[in-house]
C-alpha cells in the first residue's frame, strides 16, 4: 500500500488500482498550496467528520472524479446535497464492503457539526481490511480504550493518528493510541496546520522512537510505500 500525504489530516492510500482520499482539506490549508486539489485522483473518497478542515475539498473532488463517498449516512447525504454524485452511508459498528475491500466505521470522541452547521451524527475512524493489507485512520479524536478493539480485531499494517493535540489526541496520546491498536507504523497527521497544533518534530520522533514505534512525518506531497 502507497501512502501519500496532503497536507493537515488528508492523505491518499493506493490500494491495487484503486485510490482511497480521506478528509480532503486542501484548498484552505496554506501549507498545502502546491497541491492542486483538482489534481488528485480518488475512486473513494472517506470523510472521518463534518468539520470543514475534513472535507472543504469534498463535494469538488467527487464532482470531478465521480468517487464514491464513505461517510457517516449524515455527512453522506449532506455531500450528496453538495452534488457529490455516489455516496456511501455507514455508521458506527458498521461498513461496507468495497471492489477494494472493507471498511469499518470505528468510535472516535470528538465532534462533527457541518459547515452550515448541519448535524452531521457523530464522529468517527476507519479501519480498512484489503488483500494488500490493513490500516486504521483514527479521525480526530481524543485517546480511547475503544481503540484496543481494533487491535484485537485485526493485524495492522499502518495506522495514521492525529497528533497535534489541543483539538485531538498529542504525542503521549498518540503513542498510547499506537499501543492499543498494536502497530508500530504510524504516520502522524492533525499537526502545524494553525498555531494551536504546532508540533516540535525532533521531539515528537524522539517520543516515538523511545516508545519503540516508527513515527513517519510526511512531507506534503510526499509518499511512503507500506
Ligand atoms: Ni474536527
Ligand atoms: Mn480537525
Redesign the pocket.
Given at each position: 500500500m502507497n501512502i501519500t500525504y496532503y497536507g493537515h489530516s488528508c492523505f491518499a492510500v493506493e490500494i491495487g488500482n484503486k485510490t482511497l482520499l480521506f478528509d480532503p482539506f486542501i484548498s484552505g490549508n496554506p501549507l498545502a498550496a502546491a497541491i492542486d486539489p483538482q489534481s488528485l485522483k480518488a475512486d473513494y473518497i472517506l470523510v472521518s467528520?463534518g468539520?470543514g478542515?475534513?472535507l472543504a475539498d469534498a463535494a469538488a473532488i467527487a464532482k470531478r472524479t465521480g468517487a464514491t463517498i464513505i461517510a457517516s449516512y449524515e455527512i453522506a447525504q449532506w455531500l450528496g446535497r453538495q452534488g457529490a454524485p455516489k455516496n456511501h452511508g455507514i455508521n458506527h459498528g458498521g461498513g461496507g464492503q468495497f471492489d477494494f475491500g472493507r471498511v469499518k466505521f470505528v468510535n472516535a470522541i470528538?465532534?462533527?457539526s457541518l459547515p452550515d452547521g448541519s448535524y452531521g451524527g457523530n464522529?468517527g475512524g476507519f479501519v480498512v481490511e484489503s488483500g494488500a493489507g490493513n490500516f486504521y485512520y483514527s479521525?480526530?479524536t481524543a485517546l480511547t480504550y475503544d481503540m484496543k478493539l481494533v487491535g484485537e480485531s485485526v493485524r495492522l499494517t499502518f495506522a495514521v493518528l492525529c497528533i497535534g493535540g489541543n483539538?485531538?489526541m498529542d504525542v503521549d496520546d498518540a503513542i498510547r493510541a499506537a499501543k492499543f491498536v498494536a502497530c508500530n507504523d504510524i504516520v502522524g497527521v492533525h499537526y502545524d496546520s494553525f498555531p494551536p497544533i504546532v508540533i516540535d518534530h525532533g521531539k515528537a520522533m524522539e517520543k516515538f522512537r523511545a516508545a519503540g514505534l516508527r513515527l513517519h512525518l510526511l512531507k506534503i506531497g510526499a509518499s511512503h510505500k507500506f
Open positions: 467528520h468539520h478542515d475534513h470528538h465532534s462533527s464522529p479521525g480526530d483539538y485531538t
